[in-house]
């Protein structure tokens, strides 16, 4: 049986997506918590320099990015899918649109001053400065979106997605699809970690009772495992055969060459290791690591830049 070891933090809305899926296949999972915050050495040990959060862990294989982590998930348990196919292309559209459109505009709503004040209630003044210039360090010096700014936008998004329940229970259908999952990590945010600013949803009561209906598809059940143990498993581990897929060359660089993957944007951490395999949709990286052993980590290519190493 497939441990799936998710690398995560309760507040985390990406973690979120990733831990409502698991409920909704059904897959029992290991929690791994991780800090919200750099620095963060025994994730760097397994990802090799990516910090975002969640990542997933299968024995000493490490996927990076929640697009990956739902299609590693949708290969192992298809059923049932995250991908009808009534509606496969608008799912994956919608999806990202919510991750990267949808997602910044909540937070810079939910991160107003009464929403940090709840989300931070239990912190000290360093706690928040620490996390304040983290954040700040990760949007690369760029401002967040001014709270009123961001609050228009979130409501004619909530209006857009009201449109689309209006005859039918999920997003596309009579199922739910990764899109739901998208979606619905941001607006969790709202309701559970800033119910101070969840008043918003009130002029969308079919997405409040979507959200409900989302809720219930639950977690499964978790076990926990520390950061010291994940790092053991993945050095008592081998990596998992590579993907069959061809190698598709869209950079001039050949497979067994030093390389560098980083993110297009947010969190520009980049991870180096040796290209194994770069199929139609995702890269494989060997990397080794005095804790973590070999280990491959695999990124998405959407979201994901390719460079070869400096020499
Ligand atoms: N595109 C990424 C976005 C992940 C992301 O931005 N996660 C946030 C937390 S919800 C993050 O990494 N924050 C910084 C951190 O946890 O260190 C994905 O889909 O996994």
Redesign the pocket.
Known sequence: MTQLVLHH?PV????EKIRLILGYKQLPWISVIIP???P?PDVVALTGGY????FLQIGADIY????LICDVLEQLAPHPTLYPEACKGEARIVAQWA?SLLFPVAMAYNFQPAGVAQVFADATPEQIKSFVQ??AA?RGGAPRMPGPDAGAMYKSYLRRLANMLDDRPFLLGEQPSVADFSVYHPLWFTVNKTPVMAGILDATPNVRTWIDRMAKLGHCTSQDMTSTQALALSKASTPAPLPKEAFQDEHGIALGSEVVVV?ES??LEPTQGTLLAATRTRYVLRRADPRAGIVHVHFPRT?FILKKAEA
């Open positions: 933090y985390s809305p990406f973690a919200n915050i750099m963060k910090r975002r959060t969640p990076c990015d929640t697009a991750d983290d954040r990760m993110a947010f969190g979201g």
